[in-house]
């Protein structure tokens, strides 16, 4: 009896599909064929259900090297001369041939060999049996035999063996389910890889007066890469992303083991398992006339919605209404979607996508209870062809933005500006913090040549941590984009412009401040005038601390330069005697030498003042910042 048809099939849009097949059988034996590559998903899911028998057990074909699965076989058998290589095989074993002519003799014997005229090894071949009741050997010509049978259970076994293995050198593997006998009702399903299913869109939009609707019609494309027809077949499309992985299961794995003397080594540790296209198209290059409709209700009955939705936690399948037949190496497409929409034509400019003009567009809802999934989308307006699109994966009540084709007629220009508004000032470890707003003015300039009004939706993108100032209210606004409508009158010009506001902080020493600086604090209310106060008798101590370091520097340069002095006073001393004239200089320089050593001492104490008065400064400068903080 046949194998079961396929009766149900599930796609998925990560590679993988879940088929079923449901009918009867009558056997104790039913062979599945897989692709290799198809292997270990499929014993990883499959899943065998008798309802009138019971399932015995299943295996499949050992994923075996065919060298290493022919070399474990008795025979030898080329594509070119398999017979001779059979009967030369077969030496040594016991065999009946039967030969031809009317008495159709049969012999019975023990295959010594083959003796082949290479010229035409066909031909001229003779075949040698020993006959061992009779003790005789004798030549049989390979033309005058009809039949070769096997006599020993072993050499037939070896045949089937190396056919067999020969045969599971393609492509395809098998999985065979033994069952009790007589007749079952089987189901039988399993996980198998499958192309991903896709989906395709059209979208008819269409103005009367004041209403605006849009015909959405979906398609869902799918494949047969099967082994067989597809006939009346439960189809079933599914978006989402479920986690799927392939795990080896078909490969067998013989783990290496250590060899062990008399002290074994420890146990091993398991090992870890690891755009939208932005090219505008003017209209004369638009050659395109096929797609034209008359109407969105002539498509909406000429195909009528062939599938339904459900919810399926993180995912959603379109369960298609009608039985699907699909030949062996073709595809389908099942009508999925098929409902009006509400909707509306704008202008959108978003200099992330396009600079200069902004696109048209349509917005929708999705108002068809139904997860859309993600597929280009074909647009007509009033029957013709107008542009294409993504339709982004959408949920039930979400709104679509469907941007088809750039609006030449509309240009945007833009232009930027910053501005830092200081707002406080604070005290902190020392050192002062100034707070301010940095003011970012993005401006754009949108030009019409449309002989009517329109409406752009601008999508201005924020920077972090900014807050939009000084801007009517966004229409619509999230964590990256705020978007306004700015009407354009026909032949006109509008300016719009988006304000934003960041706060920032910038770190200055006190000792950095100038008088100029903190007038102009006071000025702009930045600090009050008791701030104002004291920040200036700090800045006056600072001055005065400043002003005793440089004292303490001239100081030390004077000291210096008496070192100097002294050191070439001492070295002129040094060959002089103390008599005569000689002894007369002597003194002299001696003399000078007691008068620099005084000029020391009068420095030190100098230096030492000043240091003690820094001192009684910094004090008083603590005091007067913490009085400030």
Not at 13 to 39: C, I
Request: hydrophobic share 35%; with cysteine.
């Amino acid at each position: 009896m046949t194998m079961p048809p396929i009766k149900r099939m599930v796609l998925y849009k990560h590679g993988v599909g879940y088929f079923e097949r449901r009918g009867q059988f009558h056997g104790e034996t039913l062979t599945l064929s897989f692709p290799r590559t198809a292997m270990d998903d499929v014993l990883k899911s499959l899943i065998v259900i008798d309802r009138s028998g019971q399932v015995r057990n299943i295996d499949f074909t050992t994923p075996e090297d065919r060298a290493d699965r022919l070399a474990r076989s008795g025979f030898h058998l080329s594509q070119e001369q398999s017979l001779l290589d059979l009967l030369r095989d077969l030496r040594g074993r016991s065999v009946r041939l039967t030969l031809a002519g009317k008495q159709a003799e049969q012999v019975k014997g023990l295959v010594i060999g083959v003796d082949v005229e290479h010229e035409q090894p066909l031909r001229r071949a003779l075949v040698s049996l020993y006959l061992s009741d009779q003790r005789v050997v004798r030549p049989f010509a390979l033309d005058d035999i009809v039949q070769v049978e096997l006599l020993e259970e072993v050499v037939h076994n070896d045949l089937i063996f190396f056919l067999h293995a020969d045969h599971g050198d393609r492509s395809d593997r098998s999985v065979t389910v033994h069952l009790t006998p007589g007749d079952h009702d089987l189901l039988i399903g399993y996980v198998a890889p499958a192309p991903a299913w896709r989906v395709s869109y059209r979208l008819l939009f269409e103005e009367d007066g004041n209403e605006a609707r849009c015909w959405l019609q979906g398609w869902g494309l799918f494949d047969n890469l099967l082994d067989e027809d597809l006939r009346d077949v439960e189809v079933t499309l599914v978006a989402g992303q479920p986690i799927s992985f392939r795990y080896q299961l078909y490969q067998p794995q013989t783990p290496d083991r250590p060899v062990v003397t008399d002290r074994p080594p420890p146990s091993p540790r398991p090992k870890r398992r690891a755009s939208f296209l932005e090219e505008s198209v003017s209209e004369d290059e638009i050659q395109i006339h096929a797609l034209a409709l008359s109407d969105s209700t002539e498509a909406a009955e000429s195909t009528p919605t062939a599938a339904s939705g459900e919810d399926r936690d993180v995912l959603f399948a379109y369960r298609v209404h009608q039985p699907v037949s699909v030949g062996r190496g073709q595809s389908a497409m099942a009508p999925i979607v098929g409902s009006y929409l509400p909707a509306r034509r704008v202008l959108v400019y978003n200099s992330k996508r396009m600079s200069r003009y902004p696109f048209a567009a349509l917005f929708l809802t999705n108002t068809t209870d139904l997860t859309l999934e993600q597929g280009p989308v074909t647009v007509l307006i009033g029957g013709e062809y107008a542009g294409e699109a993504v339709v982004p994966f959408t949920r039930a009540g979400a709104e679509i933005k469907v941007l088809y084709a750039a609006e030449l007629g509309v240009t945007v220009s833009e232009s930027f500006d910053m501005q830092n508004i200081l707002r406080s000032i604070r005290l902190g470890q020392g050192d002062l913090i100034a707070d301010s707003y940095l003011l970012t003015f993005s401006r754009y300039k949108i030009t019409s040549t449309l002989a009517k009004s329109c409406t752009v939706i601008i999508e201005h993108t924020l920077s972090d941590d900014a807050e939009i100032v000084d801007t009517p209210p966004p229409q619509s606004q999230t964590n990256e984009l705020a978007s306004w409508n700015v009407e354009v009158p026909a032949f006109g010009s509008v300016e719009f412009t988006v304000c934003e506001r960041s706060p920032i902080s910038r770190y200055e020493t006190i000792s950095s401040l100038t008088g100029e600086k903190l007038q102009a604090w006071l000025h702009d209310k930045v600090i009050d005038d008791t701030t104002f106060q004291h920040l200036s008798r700090v800045l006056n101590l600072l001055r005065q601390i400043d002003a005793a370091k440089q004292q303490i520097a001239e100081y030390e340069r004077e000291q210096q330069r008496i070192f100097e002095r002294q050191k070439r006073l001492q070295q002129q001393l040094t060959p002089l005697h103390s008599d005569g004239e000689e002894g007369a200089l002597r003194q002299r320089y001696v003399a000078t030498l007691d008068q620099l050593e005084n000029q020391l001492e009068q420095i030190e104490a100098a230096i030492t003042d000043q240091q003690n008065l820094i001192k009684k400064h910094k004090d008083r400068l603590d005091r007067m910042l913490s009085q400030l903080q």
